[in-house]
């Protein structure tokens, strides 16, 4: 296989028959939040409301989420995909399907989802398709996914709002972001949870577009 179709392979998305099979048993991860201590998986304070966002590298974008007030928990894992329970290597192959994303439960009290969704768009770029900066692929690509039809509402929303803000500043890209209600969600292995808790000189990725938007 040539250079050429190695990149293409890792920027198209599978179908259900092409993806790889992955395994039934789930993959061990992290009990507790690294820096606050709470449970990745769970039970989670009444009330709470969760959304993932895919915003490239999930190192960087979870260490983002979780200093924000209101934020429970966060974890790093795999959603928009065919294939389950798969490993890292599997998903940087373009196979699987899925792209990297942080889980972000959070109480509706303290942080509303029109902020969470604020945050998303103005720090990374949500307009590149299947890649962000240098990390290049399906995996890389930017996503919402949510719990129910009030937050997809509220993230169509957020996401016209922050098109008329690149447009007004004279951007002609349009956001690629792919917006739907959860499906399956995988955690992440354990050295990828709160990674730059544990590496801070480690890579970040973030980068965004430079625009601000009232959302």
């Known amino acids: 296989m040539g250079l050429t179709d190695m990149f293409s392979k890792k920027t198209a998305m ?3 028959q092409s993806a790889l099979p992955g395994r039934e048993i789930a993959l061990p991860t ?8 709470h449970p990745l998986k769970g039970p989670y304070p009444a009330g709470s409301k969760t959304v993932l966002f895919g915003m490239g590298c999930f190192w960087g ?13 966060t974890a790093a894992g795999y959603s928009g995909g065919y294939t389950k329970n798969p490993t890292y290597r599997e998903t940087t192959t373009g196979l699987t399907g899925h792209t990297e994303v942080v889980l972000v439960v959070y109480d509706p009290a303290r942080v509303t989802l029109a902020s969470l969704l604020k945050v998303f768009f103005e720090e990374h770029d949500p307009t590149q398709g299947m890649r962000q900066g240098n990390d290049v692929g ?14 997809l509402a509220e993230a169509h929303a957020a996401r ?3 098109q008329a803000a690149l447009d007004k500043a004279g951007h002609t890209a349009r956001i690629t972001t792919e917006i739907d209600k959860v499906g399956a969600f995988y955690f992440a292995e354990a050295e ?6 544990k590496n801070p000189n480690g890579y970040c ?11």
């Open 30 to 37: 992290s009990e507790h939040h690294a820096v606050n201590g």
């Open 138 to 151: 399906t995996t890389y690509r930017s996503a919402i996914y949510v719990e129910d039809d009030a937050q």
């Open 192 to 197: 990828h949870q709160q990674y730059l808790a």
């Open 61 to 73: 974008a979870e260490r983002l989420l979780w200093k924000i007030p209101g934020v429970y928990v």
């Open 160 to 162: 016209d709002a922050f």
């Open 205 to 215: 990725g973030l980068r965004g577009t430079g625009v601000s938007c009232a959302i």
């Open 14 to 16: 599978p179908d259900l």
